[in-house]
């Protein structure tokens, strides 16, 4: 019986082996379970089934917290969303916005647009600067939500904004009878709290989560209570809530990054499975084949010494690689060298472009331009211009972000109006839905205008050519500070409502640089009267006062 049992040192190769493969196979399970945890913004390996379902509904506090960390992190590590990001914020935000209120007519005594540039003035790092629109855009492609919190002084109307980090909005509640109206944003706020220590004259820390509930902007009832579920409710900093990618009947938005994150990671996966194969083949250049098993092992070895430099190799063979190109090999018969063979080997990077491809297709930017590649036929317009549905993206994410600035400059108004010691004056009503409404005195306008700069290049020369035949038209006669202002845009001048205010009187109409003359010389007459130097007349006649 003793010979039936097998040897184990006989099978202590087929043994390591299994556990060989065994390890391989836990490996891979490991890697697609974090594959999968990825795609489904979870901690748990649940499959798709868990996405499919919560297409129908909100995803949880917890899922939302998990895509907003991938995003931001592959926004971060990933050079293709990386860049997507960049260009995107660069075609929105890239060139600037001019936002003005309409001027007032001569009747109309407030100065609506004063308010706007001052609110504008006094939010820049927060709302309307560069580096403003930069988070704000940054915002969307990361996280899908963006907080906009206006906090209200009562008694002037001042607002100053700042924003919410979307992982601290924890809910939405919206209108029993409307889900498409929010009433309140709960947001649950680390703070850490100093208080008095247990011995004398020592203070400690301790850290907790305060939630507080937050109106949004627009909802503001008659009846305003104090607390909501134990919350204390924050009258004084209603939220303006944009958000991306929404789906229907869901509260909040998605990241635009996203749909391009298995994407953006397969072309990485593959570009470095492609450096890796690049690289092995460079290893291994040279292929030896000898008559018997110890041959060809005396000439790997000789090999091996010879590219460490150690001497001049084995069977013959002269030093590879540590000598000069275009040496010649010499050996025996039965042993022969030659170089590796590159045929049929993938090489091309190119081949991943597909995946790039779908990752540009999920950020709607053109390939060419994610990869700042203008492609096989070289044509400079091919990578520098952008094709018409990415014009149109690019214009709804800019009318997206006016639609919610202007609801935000029209609260200020409001608030510079109602207010007690605020800037305007105005009469407050409600519409037949319940909702607030502020008519200003005087039935003067609230109306913005907005100059967005074309998204496509236009040649200057002809854009102000344009610009210029009609100013000989009777319109542009007419409304020469219009023309001015285009002429302004068509330079690329970025404070144009600054340049304006220079060049037009207290009533928005354009000072004519003749008249200025003429006023500069009789203010200079003035003067020199004043200081007791004779008056000079047209003719040169000292005695001639009346000119």
Known sequence: MAGLIPSTAAHAPVVEQL???????????????????????????????????????????????????????????????????QIRIGYVWGQGVQVRARAAGEEQAQDVNAVVQGFLDANKTTFSGDEAHD???RGAATEGNVYIACFTSPMTGAVRIRTALADEVVDVITNPDDRDEPWYYVREVPQRIVEKGY???????????????????????????????????RWDAPIKHVKVNPVAGWRFGIPDVYASLAWARAYKDFLVDWAQLTHSLSLIAWQATGGTTSKAQKVAQGIAAANGGNGPGVGGIPPIGGGQAGQAAVGTPDVRLEAVSKSGATIDADSGKPLAGMAAA???????????DPGVTGARAVAETLDLPTILEMGMRRLLWQAAFTEVIEYVVDQAAIAPRGPLRGAMSRDEW???????????????????????????????????????????????????????????????????????DDEGRLIDPDLVAAQAAVDDERRRRAAGADPVGPAGDPDDEDA
């Open 19 to 85: 556990q060989s493969e065994l390890r391989a196979s836990q490996e891979n399970e490991l890697i697609l379970r974090e594959n999968l945890a990825d795609l489904q913004l979870a901690l748990e390996d649940k499959g798709w089934d868990q996405i499919s379902s919560a297409v129908q509904r909100d995803f949880s506090p917890e899922a939302r917290k998990a895509l907003a960390r991938i995003c931001r992190h592959m926004a971060i590590a990933n050079p293709l969303l990386k860049r997507g990001m």
């Open 434 to 504: 319940g909702r607030l409404q502020v008519k200003l005195t005087g039935d003067v306008e609230k109306t913005l205008d907005w100059d967005w700069p074309p998204l496509v290049d236009v040649d200057p020369v002809e854009l102000v050519k344009a610009i210029t035949a009609s100013a000989e038209t009777t319109i542009g006669r007419a409304v020469p500070v219009v023309l001015l202002r285009l002429l302004l845009n068509a330079l690329g001048v970025k404070d144009v409502d600054e340049v304006l205010e220079q060049v037009t």
């Open 362 to 372: 999920g950020l709607g930017l053109p390939v060419t331009m994610l990869l700042a």
């Open 199 to 233: 011995q004398r004259g020592a203070t400690r820390t301790r850290n907790q989560i305060a939630r507080v509930a937050h109106p949004a902007l627009g909802y503001r009832p008659q009846v305003r209570p104090q607390t909501l579920d134990g919350m204390p409710i």
């Open 135 to 137: 988070q704000l855009e």
